[in-house]
Nanobody, 120 residues
Framework: QVQLVESGGGLVQPGGSLRLPCAAS????????MGWYRQATGKQRELVAT???????NYADSVKGRFTISRDNAKNTVYLQMNSLKPEDTAVYFC??????????????WGQGTQVTVSS
């Protein structure tokens, strides 16, 4: 069974940092783009950052300069380093990955989400 498992969420004070890892496991032939999305209470899910298999990155304007996305292809893991956190970063953070399970095409998979709360 294929899974994306996030961890690293929690409560942090404004200005603090958190690092979110997300590991893909199961019978995976290839991984395409990976990314992080977030959903605050009462709001729609929004893109935070994405990274291609080649390492090209894309960020939401609201997190540019504060968040860094990276990946370790050997570990099938994507990371989100979040610095200078603000209360408006409070949300459930979801990992996303394009996975080829051997069919030759990529399907979207999602993790279960991890809560990040920024508050003093």
């Amino acid at each position: 069974q294929v899974q994306l498992v996030e961890s690293g969420g929690g409560l942090v004070q404004p200005g603090g940092s958190l690092r979110l890892p997300c590991a893909a496991s199961g019978s995976i032939f290839s991984i395409g783009a990976m990314g992080w999305y977030r959903q605050a209470t009462g709001k729609q899910r929004e893109l935070v950052a994405t990274i291609t298999s080649g390492g090209s990155t894309n960020y939401a304007d609201s997190v540019k300069g504060r968040f860094t996305i990276s990946r370790d292809n050997a570990k099938n893991t994507v990371y989100l380093q979040m610095n200078s956190l603000k209360p408006e970063d409070t949300a459930v953070y979801f990992c996303n990955a394009e996975l080829d399970l051997g069919s030759g095409w990529y399907d979207d998979y999602w993790g279960q989400g991890t809560q990040v709360t920024v508050s003093s």
